[in-house]
């Protein structure tokens, strides 16, 4: 059963610690039978959320920019592996900016009723989210977790298991935790086990 991921990097570091980690969840899921599509989010040519709001009235944005590509590529997914750092107690700007754009889901979910992702592609998608933070404090993650699961219903995509890991400004380098890097490998390759098999479900329930 093929299983198409996509993998969103939010990191404005193409090869810091997000990345690293990601790359091992990206290994995982391909390791698990999975073909993965990584997009560097800040390297995008985007512009963020105007509030035009044409996607009130039908499921387009009326910035014409890259982002129709990733509306579709985020539409046709089976599921997404989401890898990012923790900035200003939240979502780095890039990856807020990317999110915020994906009012034309909203819009058709919540306005319209009449979702872009159907009932079936909803039964199979799942989100990993993998996330580093460099302070030690209580709720680090608080701001991050809200965002994402706000943009996991919004797709249909639930979040469906997070790796987080904070205390990065004393750790520095990610690959002196290796078990760190053989969990995400773990989590990539259960997250496309897990796909693959409720696409299986699916597909059997149809028959």
Not at 69 to 88: F, H, S, W
Not at 194 to 199: D, F, H, T
Request: glycine share 6%; with cysteine.
């Amino acid at each position: 059963m093929d299983c198409h991921l996509v993998a969103l990097l939010g990191s404005p570091r193409r090869e810091g610690n997000t990345a690293i980690l990601l790359q091992e969840a990206i290994r995982g899921s391909e390791d698990a039978g999975c073909n993965v599509e990584l997009i560097w989010v800040p390297g995008l040519q985007i512009k963020p959320c105007m509030e035009i709001f044409v996607c009130k009235q039908k499921p387009v944005c009326a910035i014409k920019d890259e982002m129709q590509v990733y509306y579709d590529m985020i539409r046709d997914a089976d599921g997404l592996i989401v890898a990012t750092p923790v900035m200003t107690m939240g979502v780095p700007g890039a990856l807020k900016s990317f999110i915020d754009r994906f009012q034309v889901f909203y819009m058709a979910k919540y306005e319209r009723r009449d979702p872009l992702v159907t009932p079936d592609q909803r039964k199979v998608r799942k989100m990993l989210l993998l996330s580093i933070a460099g302070m030690n404090i209580k709720n680090l993650f608080a701001g991050l977790l809200q965002t994402m699961h706000a943009f996991s219903e919004i797709i249909d995509c639930p979040l469906w298991d997070k790796l987080l890991r904070d205390d990065m400004d004393t750790i520095k380098d990610i690959t002196t935790r290796p078990e760190l890097l053989k969990e995400a490998y773990a989590k990539g390759y259960a997250l496309g086990e897990a796909i693959k098999r409720a696409k299986s479900e699916v597909a059997l329930a149809v028959e």
